[in-house]
């Protein structure tokens, strides 16, 4: 065994020496390719290897799910942040010019990872667009433009710097990079009022396949359709996108009720589902879901909290509530009338001291190992179903679900309006995740069965051609891609979940865009030729 040992070193030592070599020759091809292509210097600190000191620091600074993070998951050959959009452009070119594949993030949240991550294709480099976050606010024309690495508190926090009476409909989460959060939709606390922040872009200017800055009107209406909703990193490379600004009031009141299964959680639940989707669309209530400990005995019960945005002050509130929910019993003492921009702070999970400016600093409020799904209702789940629901969610440590009520605007929308397909119909949308601390297989194991478990269970309860999803929750249970082959019957099965009809033209664009797949990912809209 010792002589075996010894022989076997030095074969090591030379296959780690060209492993090395080799990840030493791409960065250093790369490098002077980028300094060919790129109008404008990229500093050496620009590029950080994995032998870097730092690699480590800014590969985790602004990824979300632990489990992607994990030793065993293939890492970037190195990290390129550029700090303009020639830098991109040059990337663009140099990546398919030496055949190296390319993942960018703007946000880090990309559920599966994918964004910083890759099971299926390695080697790999990353784009971090995390320095390309300017916000620049035209409050004359109610729009702003936004770089990509700007997170969506950023964005809120510059608009109420210039006005209190404007606002954007975009995430509840204040670390989202805004880049790829349009790109999936974009929901948030005002919706049901003015729909999703993909309904509100104006314009954007993407870096393309062949290494060209578009903007809406280069692009053309269908790459522009594509890019607000179909998902991130198979159209071309966010740039920025042109919001529009929205009217909200100088106030507006928020709250949060609790109702635990001894206060009679379910009734006022299944009461919920049969209103939350019809009420004054100023108005959004949705309902956040864990399992908590209650009474003396500390014993663990399962907690539904109804937490609200209202775009008005606390007397009209109270009046809606009182004609259309009146059984969740909610008085003037829970309403907490305040600014805008302080209700995304609240909404968010900020404590209530709380100053907007902590929104300029862009940062998570956690970091964990999760998994998530998500599906759409479209009739009330009756009470049988949910006391099952409430049986499964006991049996597992940190669950977490999150139910978001549809309606108002959201339904007056086309389902072909933009590549977001979920519109008239949906009661509400269910967020569901388990959470879990330790890296263990054994850990994931047993959370990632449970959660699979849930959705099974719940699959009574939800429409099934297709079980929709929603792209920004991603999902990768619902089908991968095969590297660069995949078949349009392969792909089809999870993109019909993710995008209904919109699918097929989503291909199409695809097809014109990017015929070579350079844009591509575990789950990315694939060329029809492929």
């Known amino acids: 065994m010792a002589l075996s040992s010894i022989s076997i070193l030095p074969l090591l030592l030379v296959l780690l020496s060209a492993s090395w070599a080799t990840s030493a020759s791409i960065q250093d091809n790369f490098i002077q390719c980028l300094d060919d292509n790129s109008e404008q210097v990229i500093p050496i600190s620009a590029v950080c290897a994995q032998n870097n000191s730092s690699f480590t620091s800014v590969l985790n600074s602004t990824a979300q799910n632990l489990r992607y993070l994990e030793p065993s998951v293939p890492k970037p050959q190195f990290i390129f942040t550029p700090l303009n959009e020639s830098h991109v452009q040059a990337a663009v070119i140099c990546a398919k010019k030496l055949g190296i594949h390319l993942r960018f993030r703007s946000g880090g949240h990309d559920y599966e990872g994918l964004s910083y991550a890759s099971e299926i294709e390695t080697p790999f480099i990353m784009l971090d667009l995390a320095r390309l976050r300017s916000v620049n606010v035209d409050i004359d024309d109610n729009t702003a433009w936004v770089q990509a690495g700007a997170t969506i508190g950023e964005v809120y926090y510059r608009i109420s710097e210039t006005s209190k009476t404007h606002g954007f409909p975009a995430g509840l989460c204040s670390s989202l990079g805004i880049g790829g959060h349009i790109t999936g939709g974009a929901y948030g606390s005002m919706m049901r009022k003015y729909g999703l922040g993909a309904d509100n872009v104006l314009d954007a200017r993407i870096v393309d396949a062949n290494g060209k800055v578009l903007d809406r009107a280069a692009m053309g209406e269908d790459h522009f359709w594509a890019i607000r909703g179909g998902g991130g990193a198979s159209f071309g490379i966010i740039l920025a996108w042109k919001i529009k600004l929205v009217p909200v009031p100088e106030t507006v009141t928020v709250f949060t009720v609790p109702k635990t299964l001894e206060q009679g959680a379910t009734k006022i639940l299944y009461r919920w589902q049969q209103v939350a989707d019809k009420l004054d669309e100023d108005l959004f209530i949705r309902v956040i879901i864990q399992v908590t400990k209650a009474g003396q005995k500390g014993e663990r019960t ?79 789940i009756p009470e049988t179903g949910l006391e099952g629901l409430w049986k499964r969610l006991l049996q597992e440590d940190s669950p977490l679900m999150i139910w978001n009520p549809y309606g108002g605007m959201m339904a007056n929308i086309s389902e072909s309006a933009i590549a977001f397909p979920h519109r008239k119909g949906n009661l509400f949308k269910i967020q569901y995740v388990t959470s879990w601390y330790e890296g263990s297989q054994d850990a994931t194991t047993k959370h990632t069965d449970w959660i699979r478990g849930l959705y099974d269970y719940m699959a009574a309860y939800v ?68």
């Open 302 to 380: 399962v907690t539904t909290a109804y937490n609200a945005l209202f775009l008005g002050d606390a007397d009209r509130l109270l009046q809606v509530m009182n004609q259309s929910f009146p059984e969740l019993g909610l008085t003037r003492k829970e309403c907490i009338e305040t600014s805008w921009i302080k209700s995304v702070l609240y909404i968010a999970g900020y404590p209530s001291d709380t100053p907007p400016e902590v929104l300029q600093q862009g940062k998570s409020l956690f970091k964990n190992y999760f998994k998530a799904k998500s599906d759409f209702v479209q009739r009330p």
């Open 463 to 530: 429409p099934t051609s297709p079980r929709a999803a929603y792209v920004n929750y991603r999902d990768l249970d619902l089908g991968i891609n095969d590297k660069t082959n995949t078949s349009l019957s392969q792909a089809r099965v999870w993109g019909t979940k993710y995008f209904k009809g919109n699918f097929d033209r989503l291909v199409k664009v695809k097809s014109k865009v990017d015929p070579d797949n350079f844009f591509r990912h575990e789950q990315s809209i694939p060329p029809a030729l492929v």
